[in-house]
């Protein structure tokens, strides 16, 4: 299970430390999921979820300080007396001294931020999703198509770099040469390259390019998300290719299931060029409309007109 400590993800969020825990360099957190402590300080500590980050606002702040003293005191001693990783104030608002001295005395982490509630929710929900996501890293070559992301696989020389440089003087973008790095988030699976060789491609005979100084920014991205999946293989003659395309193909990358298209590589192909109908065909597909289908039922009903 991927984690990340307090103090890294309050140095990612900019985070103001009002009150730092023993532990706060080396307490982890492996839930994606805030908590908004409401009830809580309403008095209602059943089904508290005190193992996600605490965030409180505005009125959470307001309705704190409108309790008597006393009630106030007890209240946040219970919130904090559970094993909680942190608590995060929105809005720069003014924390209180007792909410202080009961921090110090339990341990606990207290930060401070001066965004709004909401926006400070889905910075942190945004980081901890990117942070905690489930990742692969794949021998492959990932490209921008046609707003598309396409992964290109297949076995060591088949011509993966070769194709990707090929799409790219068509004015297509290149996002990662022989290893992407793959990221499992809500919108989909996240592909990008490592920093250390972002933005280069080798090919065989020539050696190591540098894609962004040879054809502008234009022509990379440091990230897109894999919505097909090529899969280059050598042509063998006594394999029967698809050649309706009435069955759609998927295959799964951390449990998600993404389109695949077998393409068989031989002397006289375009390979890039058949990359491109591809993807094009695929947003055609995506879009509810698909050519083998039409083709079929018009050929269907040719049949049932002659019949």
């Not at 920093?195 to 280069?200: G, S, T």
Request: with cysteine.
């Amino acid at each position: 299970m991927k984690t990340i400590t307090i103090e890294k993800l309050a140095q990612a969020l900019k985070l103001e430390i009002i009150n730092k825990s023993s532990d706060f360099t080396t307490r982890t957190l492996s839930n994606k999921d805030v908590n908004r402590p409401g009830l809580q300080l309403a008095g209602y500590l059943d089904e508290f979820s005190y193992k996600r980050l605490q965030i409180l606002g505005k009125v959470e702040q307001a309705y704190y300080m409108s309790l008597d003293p006393e009630v106030r005191y007890e209240r946040f001693r219970g919130i904090l007396s559970y094993p909680l990783p942190a608590i995060i104030f929105s809005h720069g608002v003014q924390i209180s001294e007792d909410i202080i001295d009961l921090a110090n005395y339990y341990n606990k982490t207290v930060l401070r931020s001066d965004l709004p509630s909401t926006k400070l929710i889905n910075r942190v929900t945004s980081v901890l999703d990117e942070v905690l996501a489930e990742e692969v890293t794949l021998h492959a070559d990932l490209m921008e198509i046609y707003g598309m992301g396409v992964l290109i696989r297949g076995d060591s020389s088949i011509g993966k770099s070769e194709t990707a440089l090929d799409l790219v003087t068509r004015g297509h973008r290149l996002v990662a040469d022989d290893v992407v790095d793959i990221i499992k988030l809500d919108e989909g699976l996240l592909g990008s390259c490592p920093e250390n060789i972002r933005h280069f491609l080798e090919i065989r005979g020539i050696g190591i390019l540098d894609i962004r100084r040879l054809y502008g920014v234009g022509s990379v991205k440091a990230s897109t998300y894999v919505d097909l999946v090529i899969h280059l293989e050598q042509w063998d003659n006594e394999k029967e290719y698809d050649r309706l395309g009435l069955d759609d193909n998927y295959t799964e990358i951390l449990g998600v299931k993404i389109p695949i298209i077998n393409l068989p590589v031989k002397p006289g192909r375009n390979i890039a060029m058949i990359v491109e109908v591809a993807t094009r065909n695929t947003r055609q597909k995506s879009l509810g409309y698909n050519a083998a289908v039409e083709l079929n039922n018009r050929l269907i009903e040719d049949l049932r007109n002659k019949a």
